[in-house]
């Protein structure tokens, strides 16, 4: 075994090599205990460096051949799509399918080795079928009753004398002479006073198992005389020495243990003595301690497992109904501790297979009832081979008896695991079925919603809502629907009642989904704080349960909340963290790369890189005191630049849509068009819209439907009047109750008209969106083409309530721009500074004459001077006349960051209509800039 050093067995392991070197089958045999699981172990074919070796171990007595070959699939990274002979299969004609899954995997790898350990008579003859064609041998270890007679046997035998001395020697330290055991300290004439135990070594008729066990005898407790030589009688004497929580604990191990070995990780293992939990861990430790000291227990990274041969000899007074009975005493409180953490099933999936299949032929109903929360769990986690395997178990052992629910339970749950490993079509195969009950139809909804059939979707979870309470799963995957349709009108309730219904049924997992799609729901409406809440705490849910599926979900959603509240200027708390989370944390399905490489698109669009010199650091942030507005405070730019990050600036910029390809091949049809969607704005192609208004048609979004034919209205076609598409972008909008969206085809309208916006229009959006995306929107004025801000169509907001209700374009914005390079301690830069209109504000198109004259002044707070230290006349001007406006000149004293406020003010009446303030970073004289530079200010002087 795993740290069990291999000790005399050189000998053996050679000549084993040698057995399996021309064969294709051999069976290794041996007495209880003799280490036939270590050799086995420790053997690679010959004259292969690196053999591809597969191992199956702790199989049981009732397990049959197929779930033996179902998990040797998982062990080789089998693909659930080769499971479609065998995903319908019934239960007696599942070997046939699973036997040609196996050989057709193993013929794709060159001179494989299976070591199976504990296989009997059927699962040989399987094993003998599997090889056929294929270039795999295979090395079991079996019993000897149950062999094929023309199975080759290597038969182990007991350990040589001088092999048998070497062992005791080399791990308990002890030294043999003259039949006794002697400390590595005894020497010289002391030695008969350091004599630790006797023992008869001088009969070699004693396995490495015995062997150990009289050592670890020998060297602890009071006198025991001369040691028995058999291991049935030294096993008896090392269960004498136990406490009783270690014999409590070996009498557990031992029921469990005895249908076949089983591996128990240390998780599982504080749960198995009465009284103790995981909390009172130092009980368990101690008795696993004790236990390992006598060599009964072995330890690996695995956990541990009682000797076969020592749970043999505590089980062989007992009845096989008191095996049983204390077989589910054992594993029921396994069993409930994995309702209570689900994540226990994510790190030991097997090991509660192998569990389940110990107490299924009871008559407990708690045992029965867990078949149907193990195939659940499993389900969620993708694992096909392990719930094929326990559907296996599950009808071999009730028959006839079994539950029709349950049953149906177990018929749905593959199509659920095959979803999540993105086999929508094998996943439709098991749902395939005439009269279908309702676990079924819920999974069949849930598929239809991957393949992008909504319509479908909501019919099927009509139907399962008649006549039945409160399913938080069906309740929460209909506000999902009509989430992915733009639909928001009654999802708030339904989602508040999913949670509550998840609560009540103790469902982890369902509350976590249910939490998710809130937070999404939040996202859309534009509240963004309340989003992130709900977004990371679902994102800790399923970090708890460890479902790496919603896990993705999650990240996705976080980026998508990042992104969107980047451009809207109101970062979320915490959201940098968020982004790297989500971006370092790697994906488990193709979708989710292809949804995070979209968003991630999206933040490196909305960050828009800077200068690499004379930029201003920071941010403007300004004060709205007077008509001019603002409220976004401007932007900063750099010499021959445009903003710089850091800045209220939101623009179009490059983005990496290349990596976008990915989405296409998804299983994901809404997804996909949404990404096509994109590709049309960000190409500015027709051809692209056009595809993507298909699509959402086909899978029933007609949110998506309504920008797309925004859009292509907005592109204005040779052929076709654009009204058209527009008309039809405001009857979706209109039919989805979303308002934002009817604003903006009326104001796409207007400006395709050549009139100006209509300011019940403008003030619409304002009261929606944030300033910062609406200053995103590029005017034919501008840019001689309109575009509404990519952002915009990620949500559907609605009014806030804050009071604010203006429009960007209407405002004008102080714009300041650096002039000079890096700025340096006692040399002057130049900053100038202009009053830029919005296109909507009424200077925007004003004379000369008609413009306000106003003043502008800069106040220095920090050890620096500005000139002019008097107020500058400057009036309005457009954003491309670099005349207009006024020039400072800022001198620091210091290097560090410095600050300067601007006011702009009314030159007849003294009104101060907008104040800003900015930091400059000035360098030292080699070139650094102290980034985290207190305020510079000069100390007051003594008088």
């Not at 009732?62 to 019934?90: C, D, F, H, K, N």
Request: with cysteine.
């Amino acid at each position: 075994m795993d740290g069990v050093p291999l000790v005399g067995r050189e000998e053996e392991l050679r000549e084993l090599r040698e057995a399996l070197a021309p064969r294709r089958i051999v069976v290794l045999t041996g007495p209880p205990g003799s280490g036939k699981s270590a050799l086995a172990r420790h053997v690679t074919p010959r004259g292969s460096s690196s053999p591809q070796v597969f191992r199956v171990e702790d199989i049981g007595l009732r397990e049959r051949p197929e779930v033996t070959l179902l998990r040797l699939l998982e062990s080789l990274g089998a693909r659930p799509g080769r499971l479609t002979a065998a995903i319908g299969a019934p239960a007696d004609g599942l070997l046939e399918p699973v036997i040609e899954i196996c050989r057709r995997e193993l013929a794709d790898r060159i001179r494989p080795v299976l070591v199976v350990d504990g296989a009997r008579g059927p699962l040989l003859d399987a094993l003998q079928s599997v090889l056929d064609g294929t270039d795999c041998q295979v090395l079991a270890v079996a019993e000897e009753e149950g062999i094929p007679p023309a199975a080759y046997t290597y038969e182990l035998g007991d350990l040589a004398l001088p092999a048998a001395r070497r062992l005791i020697s080399d791990t308990t330290g002890y030294s043999y002479a003259s039949g006794y055991l002697y400390s590595s300290a005894a020497t010289g004439e002391a030695a008969g006073d350091r004599l630790v135990r006797p023992a008869t070594l001088d009969r070699p008729a004693l396995t490495p198992l015995a062997l150990r066990i009289g050592a670890a005898l020998a060297g602890t407790g009071g006198k025991v005389g001369e040691l028995p030589d058999t291991l049935p009688r030294l096993v008896d004497l090392a269960l004498a020495r136990l406490n009783r929580d270690a014999a409590r604990l070996c009498d557990a191990l031992a029921a469990l243990t005895g249908p076949g070995g089983l591996w128990l990780p240390d998780e599982l293992v504080a749960h198995l003595l009465p009284g103790a939990d995981s909390s009172d861990g130092h009980r368990t430790r101690n008795a696993t301690a004790e236990l390992r000291e006598l060599r009964l227990l072995e330890r690996d990274k695995r956990g541990v497992r009682l000797h076969r041969a020592v749970a043999e000899q505590v089980t062989r007074h007992w009845s096989p109904e008191q095996v049983a009975d204390r077989a589910v005493a054992a594993a029921l409180p396994l069993l409930r501790e994995a309702r209570r953490s689900p994540a226990l099933v994510a790190d030991h999936a097997t090991t509660y297979l192998l569990l389940l299949t110990r107490v299924l032929p009871t008559e407990d109903p708690e045992a029965r009832g867990f078949s149907a929360y193990l195939a659940g769990e499993l389900a969620h986690r993708g694992k096909v081979f392990e719930l094929l395997a326990l559907r296996q178990c599950v009808r071999h052992t009730l028959g006839e008896d079994g539950d029709a629910e349950a049953d149906a339970d177990l018929a749905a749950a593959p199509a659920l695991a095959l979803r999540r490993c993105e086999e929508p079509g094998l996943a439709r195969v098991v749902l395939s079925r005439d009269d279908p009950a309702p676990s079924e139809l819920l999974q069949l909804a849930l598929l239809e919603r991957d393949l992008g059939r909504l319509h479908e979707t909501e019919r099927l979870l009509a139907g399962l809502s008649a006549g039945r309470g409160a399913d938080g799963w069906v309740l929460h995957t209909k506000a999902a629907v009509a989430c992915d349709r733009g639909d928001l009108r009654g999802v708030g309730p339904l989602l508040r009642r999913a949670i509550e219904a998840h609560q009540v049924a103790g469902d982890l997992r369902g509350e976590a989904w249910a939490v998710l799609e809130y937070g999404r729901w939040c996202l859309l409406r534009g509240d963004f704080e309340a989003a992130v809440k709900r977004l990371s705490a679902a994102r800790v849910m399923f970090l708890d349960i460890k479902d790496a599926y919603g896990r993705d979900c999650a990240d996705i959603e976080l980026l998508r909340l990042s992104a969107v509240s980047r451009a809207n200027g109101r970062p979320v708390a915490d959201w940098q963290n968020s982004d790297v989370r989500a971006l370092w944390q790697p994906p488990v399905r193709s979708w989710a790369v292809a949804w995070r490489a979209l968003h991630a698109a999206m933040l490196a669009e909305g960050t828009v890189a800077g200068p690499a010199v004379g930029v201003v650091a920071g941010s403007v942030s300004g004060t709205d005191v007077g008509p001019l507005g603002g409220s976004d405070g401007g932007s900063v730019v750099g010499p021959d630049t445009g903003p710089i990050a850091g800045s209220s600036f939101v623009g179009p910029g490059p983005a990496p849509f290349a990596a976008l390809q990915r989405l296409d091949n998804a299983v994901d049809p809404v997804g996909g068009a949404w990404h096509t969607h994109c590709l049309g704005i960000r190409e500015d192609r027709r051809t692209y819209l056009e595809a993507a208004a298909r699509a959402f048609g086909d899978t029933g979004c007609p949110h998506g439907q309504a920008w797309s034919a925004l859009e292509l209205g907005i592109r204005q076609p040779e052929h076709g009047p654009s009204r058209h598409a527009l008309a039809r972008a405001r009857a979706l909008f209109e039919s989805l109750g979303d308002e934002a969206g009817k604003a903006w085809t009326d104001l796409a309208q207007a400006v395709l008209d050549g009139e100006p916006p209509p300011r019940g229009v403008l003030w619409e959006l304002s009261r929606r969106y944030a300033p910062q995306l609406l200053a995103g929107i590029e005017w034919p004025e501008e840019h001689g083409r309109f575009r509404i801000p990519r952002a915009a169509r990620h949500t559907i907001p609605e009014p806030r309530h804050d009071g604010l209700a203006r429009f960007p374009t209407t405002e004008s914005r102080i714009r300041l721009t650096l002039l000079d390079d890096t700025p340096a301690a006692d040399d002057a830069a130049r900053i100038a500074l202009r009053l830029v209109p919005g296109v909507h504000h009424p200077w925007a198109g004003a004379a000369g004459p008609a413009l306000p004259w106003l003043s502008a002044r800069a106040v220095p707070l920090t050890s620096a001077e500005v000139q002019p230290e008097h107020a500058v006349t400057i009036r309005p001007s457009a954003a491309d006349d670099p005349d207009a406006g006024a020039e400072f000149r800022f001198t620091p004293r210091r290097p560090g960051r410095h600050r300067i406020r601007f006011v702009v003010e009314h030159h007849d009446t003294g009104t101060v209509l907008q104040e800003v303030e900015t930091e400059i970073d000035v360098t030292d004289a080699r070139g650094s800039v102290p980034s985290a530079a207190p305020p510079l200010t000069e100390p007051l002087r003594g008088r």
